[in-house]
DNA sequence: ACATTAATTGTGT
DNA sequence: ACACAATTAATGT
């Protein structure tokens, strides 16, 4: 099958043989499109995603409407959330949308205790990535915390551009407001700022990096 | 080609 | 934050 390759390509640097043989025995292969809801809420999760390919939005709701961006999840990268669901089989805190096209590799939760003791680079590769998402969840409240909207914003486009490997961003303002839990007239004030400051270009749905 | 409508973006208070 | 104006895209006639 085509797909076996595509577990060693992305994983293969990670896991041995025998580890490969073993995802691509219990793995259920789900391809994705932009924009599907993936992960929802209070919703109980009893599979480890490992992304093939695309890329995945991390978003926390908060308390009254708002939501917040907290990560993008790449090629690769495995979700340490929903590790923590699996094995306690609790609801989800957070909801997962996808950014791009992709596939993930879909591995019952069944399999975590048992791979765990097994094997040596299963146990690295979920610890790693426990560290990769709290670094990044550090950053998200440094963000919060302790910078200003239009940095913010600034830091939000080029995480963008880099993921989808392109300088226009096709996103309107309002889409951009709700991931950073503001309004879309600040949204636009703060665009047209760095547009008369030579930074980026404006059009409709579209937003493209200057350099 | 033109008019109508909806969605997106811009600006003043 | 709210209201409204201006602009652009989509759709129907």
Not at 11 to 27: H, M, V
Not at 118 to 138: G, I, P
Request: charged fraction near 30%.
């Amino acid at each position: 099958m085509v797909k076996n390759g595509v577990i060693q390509t992305t994983f293969g640097k990670y896991f041995e043989k025998e580890l490969i043989d073993d995802i691509i025995d219990s793995a259920i292969f789900v391809e994705f499109k932009e924009g599907d809801l993936l992960i929802d809420y209070n919703q109980y999760v009893s599979n480890i995603p490992l992304l093939i390919d695309g890329a995945i939005k991390i978003l926390r709701e908060d308390y009254d409407a708002g939501e917040l961006l907290l990560y993008v999840l790449e090629r690769g990268d495995s979700c340490a959330v929903t590790m923590s669901c699996c094995m306690g089989s609790t609801k989800s805190e957070i909801r997962a949308i996808a950014e791009k096209d992709g596939m993930v590799a879909m591995v019952p939760s069944t399999k975590m205790e048992e791979w765990i003791r097994k094997y040596q680079t299963w146990r690295v590769f979920v610890l790693d990535s426990y560290q990769n998402r709290f670094n990044e969840l550090l950053s998200a409240v440094d963000n919060i915390a302790f910078k200003h909207m239009d940095e913010r914003l600034m830091d939000y486009l080029e995480e963008f551009a880099r993921i989808n490997k392109s300088d226009v961003i096709q996103k309107t303002h309002q889409e951009i407001a709700n991931e950073l839990n503001t309004s879309r007239v600040v949204v636009s004030r703060l665009l047209k700022a760095l547009e008369n400051e030579g930074k980026i270009s404006l059009g409709r749905n579209s937003i493209t990096l200057n350099h």
